[in-house]
């Protein structure tokens, strides 16, 4: 369990994580996304969040289409 705090526009936020895998994993988006910025702004926090839901797109997408082309191969195989 670790407890981060996180300061957005002059205020600050704590958050208690409990699984430490996910820990890490929170810790590496934070940085991929804010690059170790001390304060966030909402600007920056509303881009991350457009970016994430362009990334979760492109992948539902491929994963979409590749699950249409095991479709098509497993017709052809019965």
């Known amino acids: 369990?670790?407890?981060?705090?996180?300061s957005i526009s002059t205020k600050?936020?704590?958050i208690t994580l409990e699984d430490d895998e996910f820990v890490k994993f929170f810790?590496?988006?934070l940085t991929r996304f804010f690059k170790n910025k001390n304060s966030l702004m909402i600007?920056?926090?509303l881009t991350a969040f457009a970016q994430e839901c362009y990334d979760r797109?492109?992948?539902?997408?491929?994963?979409?289409?590749l699950l249409n082309k095991i479709d098509k191969i497993e017709t052809k195989l019965f």
Do not use: A, Q, V, Y
């Open 57 to 65: 797109f492109k992948s539902e997408k491929t994963m979409n289409e």
């Open 1 to 6: 369990m670790k407890k981060i705090t996180l």
């Open 12 to 14: 600050s936020f704590d």
């Open 43 to 45: 600007g920056d926090i």
């Open 27 to 29: 810790e590496d988006e």
